[in-house]
């Protein structure tokens, strides 16, 4: 037996399942509108500037979903000051909530004003102080912190599931390719935000086709990763011998990752694909969660 | 720095009185659960269940039984094993988790936030959320009582010395002891992380098993959560690069297709 199934379940349920789908959107989304804000054509503007409004909206959601988490939320500043030495700072670079809460900050501070600098290029920031702060972000200043939100993004999607491997718990701490899994999901995840939100805003249906084809190779990538994972958590991959298994299968594999490939590859409804992509993606995390959550300490010791 | 101070328990002498979860209760002002209305768990005297936030001591029941007239009781008073590489210390984010002049680990309520990092990262499962206080909470080895010179309440209570509280190094002397004396009497006693070179350093509440730790509820190889870090990043950032890579390529091909389109005159 792992050494892993000692440990206690530290009631991560709702709140962070929804923060890791909500970030890892946001966070795959500005990573994919930077790479586009920078080697895309004009024709992808539209493209850049949604992505940046879902990273900066995903960034403020996910702060909250962590604020209201906490068992004491009205201390969350106590991860980025210390509490009794203000205005010390509280990091540590070997705590991933510690790094992540300060990644988190960074990613919404640059993708806001990313958005805000799409918006302002737009002329749809009615309020003279966000539309001062939007129209400074342009040209050359617009593309670094365009890449410095996409930076921060590609983070956000990837540092949580780092998070769940710094743990002592199964299937989480049981092998270290949750991060590499949740990236990919995450960047999977915000191509498709993009998808169905893009056509709204101007977007080019080359450009959609473009998006569509890179997250087929994004699905194909987190498939392959899902399986090492699986297959390097060794005799723990029994877990999966349960419910959330069976929602693993069919759930993420199934309907999130093969039925949106054949439809790629078929060439009908994007947005539909987009839809299963994403409904994949709350799936993943879901049953990383509540698989390792449902492992009770006191039972595994009586051998129950 | 004071010496470190730590628990070592013998479990062969445990006779399962619960006054160390008494005591540890009464004194920390611990709450009752569920208004102190408690279902019997069916799993033999233990009741407890396991060690959280409001349950700092937990008195383990086991039962190896072949037969009617074949069999033994082991006994083992849980807690903090406060760690000498402590993972709970490591991922705290807030620094509410401190090491003492006692070299034990305490976690500051009015500091923790209540993120629970430590629940997961503790490879023992000793950590758990007060409901009460709405933080993580854990034995302290009670740290109020140690620094006014005064014995922790569970081995003061302890009624046949199977929670010995003392110097680590004194104890680690005794416990050898108590070891060569059992095995003397045929009886196959391992002390349980008593050794500094050992998983997390050793730890400073150590233990005396007469069965393997998994029989006791105890992992064989406790490791630090932040084992997997390096591993889990650096992979991470691997796929990052792939899937950056992939975007690049796709958006290179437009280009090229661009330009071919452009220097092919086709049609438009």
Redesign the interface.
Known sequence: ?S??????????TWFIILYFFVGGIAGGAC??AA??DW???PDDRPVARTGYNVAALGAIVSGALLTV?????L??W??LL???NVPAL?F?G?????FG?WGLLFFGFFSVLAALGGMAEQGRLQNPALRAVGGAVHGGLAKVVGALAGLFG?FIA??T??LL?????PL??DG?????LF??SG?STGAAALILLAPGRGATA?SLA?LS??DT??LV?ELL?LIVFVASLGTVSKVWLSFWGLVLLVGVVGFGILAPLRLHAQRRSLAGAARLVLLGGFLLRLVTIFASEGI???R???GM | MAQAMGFFTDTTVCIGCKACEVACKEWNQLPAENGGVRELSG?SY?NT????GIHWRHV?FIEQFKGPYDGRWLMMSDVCKHCVQA?CL???????IIRTQFDTVVIQS????????C???????????NPV????QKCTLCYDRLQVGLEPACSKACPTDSIQFGTISELRTRAEKRVAQLKSQGVAAELYGADPGGPLGGLNSFYLLVDKP?V????????L??Q??R???G??????A???V???V???K??MD?MGGAGGGGPN
């Open positions: 037996m050494d892993t199934f000692f440990s206690g379940a530290p009631h991560w990573f994919l790479i586009v080697f895309g054509g988490d906490l068992g004491r939320p201390r969350f106590h991860m210390q509490s009794a509280m540590k070997w705590s991933p909530i510690s809460a590609i990837g540092y599931g780092v491997s710094v743990t002592n718990r989480w701490a270290p390719w949750l991060g590499a990236l990919a960047v080359q473009r084809a890179f190779k994004a990538v990763v009770e300490h006191y595994v010791a009586a | 799993d233990d269940r396991k060690l959280d383990r993972g490591d991922v705290c984010p807030t620094g509410a009015d500091v923790c936030n209540g993120c629970r990092a629940i997961a990262a503790c490879p023992f499962g000793v950590i758990d959320i206080s709405g933080t993580a998994e006791y509820g105890l992992p064989r190889h406790p490791e959560p932040t997997n870090l591993k889990s990043a992979l991470s950032v691997a796929s990052a792939v899937l950056g992939l975007a690049l796709g958006l290179r437009r280009r661009d």
